[in-house]
């Protein structure tokens, strides 16, 4: 079944320990991307990927890091997670810079 | 700098009411364009797309959208509402070369 998938679903964690958010499609795509959902501000995103080895900040860079060392995998990494990154994160995944988006089904965050 | 405006962040319609939800870019070359839902809970999904041809594109769910160049809008419709169209909707918007800029969502209540 041709899908995104995104683990952990939830987590709980505390102020500055280290954490990844891992992010796989199995459909070949080219560009990857990852998004925070907060109320009233909708989507943004906060990196994106074109290929293997290429990435680049989205809007709300700050405090994350991505790498994209394989065409299916792109983990998403907070080094030092602040309660201000409390959110709801969906990666994403699309053959084409102009092509229907597939969302993973979201990773509830709670920084404390 | 590009943009996507939803007009309205709440909606809230009986059932049976025709639904119109509002989507207007700011961009004056080609673009593709997307209405995606995401129901209480779950991650979100393509509800109807529009590429070229026909303006008016026909979706998922009896949804439908019309693209109107010169008003740079792309307004989702559906005559009937039901209590299980409750979702956020969001119009998303591509420019030629350019990533996915997102308007902020319409929170749909339908009231039975």
């Known amino acids: 079944e041709a899908q995104v998938t995104q683990n952990p679903r939830y987590l709980i964690t505390v102020t500055g320990k280290k954490l990844t958010v891992t992010c796989s499609q199995n459909?070949?795509?080219?560009?990857m991307s990852w998004y925070r959902q907060d109320p009233g501000l909708g989507l943004r995103q906060i990196y994106y990927?074109?290929?293997?080895?290429?990435?680049d900040k989205g809007d709300v860079p700050e405090g994350y890091k991505v790498s994209r060392k394989e065409k299916r995998n792109f983990p998403l990494i907070l080094e030092s997670p602040s309660p201000n990154q409390t959110s709801l994160y969906f990666c994403a995944s699309r053959p084409g810079l102009r092509e229907t988006q597939y969302f993973g089904p979201g990773t509830r965050l709670l920084v404390l | 700098a590009q943009s996507v405006s939803q007009h309205n962040h709440h909606v809230i319609l009986s059932e049976a009411a025709s639904l119109e939800l509002g989507c207007n870019y700011s961009?004056?070359?080609?673009?593709?364009l997307f209405w995606y839902v995401q129901y209480p809970g779950q991650h979100l999904q393509l509800l109807l797309k529009y590429f070229s041809g026909d303006p008016l594109v026909k979706g998922i769910k009896g949804f439908e959208a019309e693209f109107i160049k010169s008003k740079f809008s792309f307004n989702l419709r559906k005559p009937s509402v039901q209590w299980s169209d409750t979702a956020e909707y969001f119009c998303?918007?591509?420019?030629?070369?350019?990533?996915?800029?997102w308007g902020a969502g319409t929170k749909l209540i339908i009231k039975p």
């Open positions: 459909m070949n795509h080219e560009y």
């Open positions: 961009y004056g070359g080609t673009v593709n």
């Open positions: 990927s074109m290929n293997v080895e290429v990435t």
């Open positions: 998303a918007v591509s420019p030629v070369n350019y990533q996915l800029i």
